[in-house]
């Protein structure tokens, strides 16, 4: 079982609109939702990936849950825009990349498994590094 089926993204675009769009080929939804968990684990570097997106029903993260559902939904409506709001799905999935980024950088820290291979109850830290700098600031004398 995925992480998000088809069935479950009825909360974020009506079946009718799933059925224009993807003419009743479910590979295309499939695809979208793909694209959408593989952007949001590259996001997730200091959280155990595989469990996240291993966990089903329940078990899985309410809040990462509805963002990816955004991000998957965004990908696809790309195809056509057969009676979906554009504006709104661009609003809500750049909301979906803004707090991934968020959790990137370690301004939210969501109820998610953390990489703890060693055991040791911290952080192994991200498998890739997290580098940036402070705005630029701009002198007028």
């Not at 029903?57 to 509805?66: Q, S, T």
């Not at 809500?92 to 055991?119: F, M, S, T």
Request: net charge negative; hydrophobic share 40%.
């Amino acid at each position: 079982m995925a992480f998000i089926t088809t069935e479950e993204l009825a909360t974020h675009l009506y079946c009718e609109e799933i059925e224009v769009i993807s003419r009743d080929d479910d590979t295309l939804l499939m695809a979208a939702i793909d694209a959408a968990i593989a952007e949001a684990y590259g996001y997730l570097g200091a959280y155990d990936r595989d469990k996240i997106f291993a966990a089903e029903g329940p078990g899985r993260n309410a809040l990462l849950l509805v963002f990816v559902k955004d991000m998957a939904v965004w990908h696809f409506i790309n195809l056509c825009n057969a009676g979906s709001d554009l504006e709104l799905r661009e609003k809500r999935y750049d909301r979906a990349v803004q707090w991934l980024r968020q959790v990137q950088r370690g301004d939210i820290k969501p109820a998610l498994p953390i990489a703890d291979e060693n055991g040791d109850g911290k952080p192994d830290g991200a498998a890739e590094y997290i580098y940036g700098s402070n705005p630029k600031r701009t002198q007028h004398f």
